[in-house]
């Protein structure tokens, strides 16, 4: 079955026709149709009469609104809203947002609203290593989380690397300041026995206790589970890291005549070692705990990393990823409960007396 995409364009910092370039690769490599949402005087000269690709013209953005909520609820026009609504109308199976982590996840819990049981939505983002992607969730959607929100977020980052990363059982870990379960603020241990009791003896994923920062991209978890606001500075500060690695390989490679002879032959492994970190071959960060499936990919990627969030995100829609988030909370017990009604209080004779 085909799966068509809602892509919101107007975050992207290349412009919307990089997006709509995008969109026509991952069109043509796969069975995905495509809406895109932006200025249509963009989009058309580069997608105009491709089959499996309609834009709608929505020039309006609300890509760097200060007040996300507010410009969500006040701009009904805008283009993301636009798009996030296609799927809650049943036009778009799931939805692509450039750059703008804030309005997709405002305008998902507006439209089309978190999951049942679910306490909140989480970023989760599969960070490129030289071994196999460990997915970092939360990445940004929580600045602060409660202990039930942080296992609700395991199993999310469980059920995305079993589906879209194709890991058979993946390894959860507990982000602390030391490996022992005692390690970490108060939120953090008791997260650590939830998780614990919560993952003992699944058959689908495995609970691999506490891990350090450095531990992040060492292969050791294949999902790392923190709050939003601190895997967002562990991830900013990776980027920042591996940025600054390889512009002084350059540097070097390029400080004398030697030197360069010798980047020269070291030319094919350093492109496959840059390769290999590339934020783009993940596709960006999904949106996790909606009733469908959202990737926010950087606003800074190029046509490459759009068409690969557009060919995940339809890939994690037709393995049904957010059915399988709901069904393993389910069986963990761990999904959110529905407020009890209020018992009124006993009134008159015999009020007081304890029941039989």
């Keep these: 079955m085909t799966v068509t995409v809602a892509v919101d364009t107007t975050g992207a910092d290349l412009g919307p026709a990089e997006v709509a370039q995008g969109a026509l690769l991952a069109v ?7 809406r895109l949402f932006g200025p249509a005087s963009e989009l058309l000269p580069v997608v105009d009469g491709v089959a499996g690709i309609e834009v709608v013209d929505a ?5 760097k609104a200060p007040d996300p909520a507010l410009a969500v609820r006040g701009n009904p026009d805008a283009s993301i809203v636009q798009a996030v ?12 947002v450039a750059g703008a982590t804030g309005p997709a996840l405002a305008a998902g819990l507006v439209h089309v ?7 909140r939505p989480a970023l989760a983002l599969p960070i490129p290593t ?15 989380a409660r202990p039930d929100h942080l296992v609700q977020f395991g199993f999310m980052g469980a059920a995305l690397a079993r589906t879209v990363l194709g ?38 994923v495995e609970f691999i206790g506490n891990v350090e920062g450095t531990d992040i991209t060492a292969g050791v978890a294949d999902v790392v589970v923190t709050d939003g606001f601190t895997g967002n500075v562990a991830l900013k500060l990776m980027e920042g890291v591996s940025q600054s690695v390889v512009s002084g390989v350059k540097q070097a490679a390029m400080s004398n005549p030697m030197a360069m002879l010798g980047g020269l032959l070291l030319r094919p492994a350093l492109n496959r070692f840059k390769a290999s970190i590339d934020p783009e071959g993940s596709g960006g960060a999904y949106l996790l705990g909606l ?13 490459t990393g759009f068409a690969r969030a557009i060919e995940l995100a339809a890939q994690g829609h037709d393995r049904r990823v957010t059915d399988l988030i709901h069904g393993d909370l389910e069986a963990a017990g761990a999904l ?16 007081d007396r304890p029941s039989e």
């Excluded at 043509?28 to 495509?34: K, N, T």
């Excluded at 602390?176 to 379960?181: D, F, I, K, M």
Aim: aromatic residues 2%.
């Design 113 to 119: 609203r978190r999951a049942r049981g679910i306490h």
């Design 167 to 204: 890991i058979e059982r993946p390894r959860v870990a507990l982000l602390s300041n030391g490996e022992e379960p005692t390690k970490g603020t108060p939120d953090v241990v008791e997260v650590h026995a939830l998780l614990r009791a919560r993952l003992q003896d699944n058959e689908y």
């Design 291 to 303: 009733r469908s499936l959202g990737v926010v990919p950087h606003g800074r990627f190029s046509r």
């Design 59 to 63: 020039p309006l953005s609300i890509a």
């Design 85 to 96: 609504r296609s799927v809650s109308t049943g036009e778009a199976d799931t939805f692509v």
């Design 130 to 144: 030289l071994g196999r992607p460990v997915t970092l969730v939360d990445v940004g959607a929580n600045v602060e």
């Design 28 to 34: 043509r490599r796969g069975d995905v149709r495509v």
């Design 336 to 351: 959110r409960r529905p407020p009890t009604a209020a018992v009124p209080a006993p009134v008159g004779p015999g009020a």
